[in-house]
């Protein structure tokens, strides 16, 4: 056989494995553990929500967390990372206006060295909710937008099946043309990466969370020493979920029903930032990783339907029919995620192009870092950021 046919054999291996080997990534089905009844006492939560210039989605986002239907103590506490577009007081203005649960609005001023802007906030804002004493944390970012039971169901399913971080990854807004091409297949490579049926299993096989929407046991965050722990982190949900399992911690992932991201990225440039902004970062800065990232996409997503189309221009019948076949089996792998997101299945067959932009995202994020710009977001930039630290 021709190099052609074998390369077009081995992506179709590796499909082979990840259809039936990779735990199952392609599924959407893990969802919010059902309750296993209401407790006996709901326990009090505080809602710490990291805020800087979000006065446009504020509107959306607050009111719905305020208007969080739970039978127990709870309260929210905004924290205002040195915004300049007047998010505090649109908080404090939203709250007067809607009522609802109790809201603090405070400001930790700029991050000490070391410290990510985030983190800094969320440390701020976890410090002030445990005066409280609060048995739980919910851990969610501006721009999400909560059905009025999430906080409920949330605290079920920790309660009910013993778990000490409940985590829901968003449904992130599809509405522009890049959007839709790119957003699903953002997650889905997400759930590629760390499959969920991994995560939630007693014995974990790998270990990960969505920032948006995480509920965190108060005591089992002191345990794990977070968010100190973690401080240098720009991919902070997955280290702070791998904070929470090294404590001994019990961890669940899945896609969320009634948690929506509201936050838009109407041009492809958005989108762009959205992923380089820390996609080196998880490459750990190393060069031989982003050339076997870079490879392995190649081999995975681009040689498909490249060894499809020359076979079929060369007459090389091996290499089109196993290229073909790998082709089939990702685009089918794909149309799970484009039918949560309610998208049409004419895009699965997209997906290795929105790869090649994924690609070039990566390699992107690696150039701004030796460039010294690292990880930028919001006007910061964070010129050595640390990756999540091993499982």
């Avoid at 179709?12 to 990534?25: H, R």
């Avoid at 721009?143 to 039971?149: G, S």
């Avoid at 890049?178 to 991994?198: H, K, T």
């Avoid at 994924?358 to 010294?372: C, E, F, I, K």
Wanted: charged share 20%; hydrophobic share 50%.
């Amino acid at each position: 056989m021709s190099p052609l046919a074998w390369i077009a054999i081995a992506a179709l291996a590796v499909w082979g494995w990840l259809l039936l080997g990779q735990g199952l990534f392609w599924r959407t089905d893990q969802r919010l553990p059902a309750p296993a009844g209401a407790p006996a006492r709901w326990p009090g939560v505080v809602v710490v929500v990291p805020a800087r210039d979000e006065a446009e989605v504020l509107p959306l986002s607050l009111p719905s967390l305020l208007a969080q239907d739970y039978p127990g103590r709870a309260e929210v506490i905004l924290v205002d990372d040195g915004s300049s577009d007047g998010t505090g007081r649109l908080a404090a203005e939203l709250a007067a206006c809607h009522g609802g649960l109790p809201l603090t609005v405070v400001s930790p001023g700029e991050p000490e060295p070391g410290w990510t802007g985030k983190l800094w906030a969320l440390r701020h804002g976890m410090a002030l909710a445990r005066a409280r004493g609060p048995e739980f944390l919910l851990l969610t970012d501006a721009d999400i937008a909560h059905e009025p039971d999430s906080l409920r169901l949330l605290v079920e399913a920790a309660t009910g099946h013993r778990l000490d971080l409940v985590s829901q990854m968003a449904r992130l807004r599809v509405a522009s043309g890049w959007e839709r091409l790119i957003v699903p297949a953002f997650v889905y490579f997400f759930c590629q990466l760390y499959p969920f049926r991994w995560i939630n299993r007693r014995r974990p096989l790998t270990t990960a969370a969505a920032g948006g929407c995480v509920l965190l046991r108060t005591e089992t965050a002191e345990r794990a020493g977070v968010p100190t722990a973690i401080r240098q982190a720009v991919i902070d949900d997955v280290s702070l979920a791998r904070a929470v399992r090294r404590a001994g911690g019990r961890v669940w992932l899945g896609l969320a029903e009634r948690v929506d991201s509201i936050r838009p990225y109407p041009r492809l440039a958005d989108l762009w930032r959205m992923v380089s902004r820390s996609a080196y970062a998880q490459l750990r800065h190393n060069p031989l990783l982003l050339a076997g990232t870079v490879a392995g996409l190649a081999l995975v997503y681009l040689a498909p339907p490249g060894t499809l189309v020359a076979g079929l221009l060369t007459g090389d019948a091996p290499a089109a029919w196993a290229g073909g076949l790998a082709w089939a089996v990702m685009a089918g792998t794909y149309l799970p995620m484009l039918r949560y997101y309610r998208q049409p299945p004419w895009l699965a067959p997209l997906l290795p192009f929105t790869a090649l932009l994924y690609l070039l995202m990566t390699a992107d994020s690696a150039v701004q870092h030796y460039r010294g710009k690292g990880a930028a977001w919001k006007g910061r930039t964070y010129a050595r950021p640390e990756a999540a630290p091993d499982r």
